[in-house]
Every structure is written in C-alpha cells, then in structure tokens.
C-alpha cells in the first residue's frame, strides 16, 4: 500500500487524477484509474512530495503529458 496514505487520501487524489485525465480526453476504467492514482501516488512520496490536491494535479499533468495514455 502507499505510506502514510489513507483511504481519504487515495479517494480525494483518484478524483484529482480523474479530472486531469478528462481535461485531455482521456477514458479509462476503473481498474486503471485505480492503477495510475497509486503510480502518481507512489512517485509524489518519492519525490518527497505531499497528497496534496496541487501536488497530485502536478504530478498527473506531468505524467499525463509524458506518459500520453
């Protein structure tokens, strides 16, 4: 699981992540979202970054952008 993470925390940044990923037109089911929401998570706290709604919008938009889905 992700540390120091709650299940609030997962839930408000899997919505963060929903948005960004409609703003690009970008569908996937749940199961994915679930997936990229505990990848963008994963990589936030190694950068030593918080779960923050700015900080996960951040880290989705970049990996959004890179990752191209």
Do not use: W
Request: net charge positive; charged share 30%.
């Amino acid at each position: 699981m992700i540390p120091y993470a709650t299940s609030n925390d997962i839930a408000r940044c899997k919505r963060v992540i929903e948005r960004q990923l409609r703003k690009h037109s970008i569908v996937v089911d749940s199961k994915e979202l679930d997936k990229l929401t505990i990848e963008i998570m994963d990589l936030a706290y190694a950068k030593g970054g918080s779960y923050s709604d700015k900080t996960i919008e951040q880290f989705a938009k970049v990996y959004i952008a890179n990752f191209r889905l």
